[in-house]
């Protein structure tokens, strides 16, 4: 069966300006995480997401930070104003609702800011 | 709070050795999940396996063991007859309620022919 998806795989874009990243989670599951990579800083956690709630946003770093959930699969995150520390790879995950459900991860969305 | 603690950052070692890699972690709750995932150079997060707090077995998978010990809050990973292919970084996790995974730093393990 289909995995996690991501798009774009990679994307280029100026400090200022505002991106948005997609992920397509695997058929059936509930719960969805937010993660980002970045050289030095290890896997951060972002926003996770049950159905189309999120009850932990914690880990967004600032207001420029959101992220939505459609129809309880398709989620998109938002980073407007980028700026250059930005730059990392933002990678999603879903699971099976519950503690234990092992995470599995898309293959994430490089983001640059020049 | 949750905390894993990777302190091996890299480990390099020749084919067919043996590795240990080493994973510590605080936490308060009684019922938690520890994971191990690899990340090849290809990027990928690959789930590699899960263990819950109430099961303390070893587990053997092929040239992969782990072993659990509650006492010292530890969840080591071995690859036994390393190869070339096993070169990647290794995550240790725990899982809080919501199954949301805190990340050790990773151990970028080296395999030389």
């Known amino acids: 069966g289909a995995g996690v998806s991501q798009s774009p795989s990679n994307k280029v874009t100026e400090k200022g300006k505002d991106v948005e990243l997609r992920c397509d989670p695997i058929?059936?599951?509930?719960?969805l995480y937010w993660y980002r990579q970045s050289l030095g800083q290890g896997l951060e956690f972002l926003i996770y997401f049950q159905g189309n709630s999120a009850p932990d946003k914690s880990g967004l770093p600032s207001d420029r930070f959101s992220a939505e959930r459609t129809g309880g699969s398709v989620s998109t995150l938002t980073i407007q104003r980028t700026q250059q520390e930005d730059s990392a790879v933002y990678l999603c995950?879903?699971?099976?609702w519950g503690q234990g459900s092992p995470l599995h991860f898309g293959n994430g969305t490089r983001l640059t800011v020049t | 709070a949750q905390k894993v603690t990777q302190a091996q950052t890299e480990i390099s070692v020749v084919e067919k050795e043996d590795v240990t890699l080493d994973c510590v972690y605080e936490t308060r709750d009684t019922t938690y999940y520890l994971f191990w995932y690899k990340q090849p150079p290809s990027g990928e997060l690959v789930f590699l396996i899960r263990?819950?707090?109430?099961?303390?077995q070893n587990e053997i998978s092929g040239r992969y063991s782990w072993n659990f010990q509650k006492s010292t809050s530890s969840f080591n990973f071995t690859i036994t007859a390393s190869q070339v292919v096993d070169s990647a970084v290794y995550f240790c996790a725990l899982s809080e309620w919501t199954g949301r995974l805190y990340f050790g730093r990773g151990t970028q393990l080296t395999v030389w022919p």
């Open positions: 995950a879903s699971s099976l």
């Open positions: 263990r819950n707090s109430f099961d303390e």
């Open positions: 058929s059936g599951h509930t719960a």
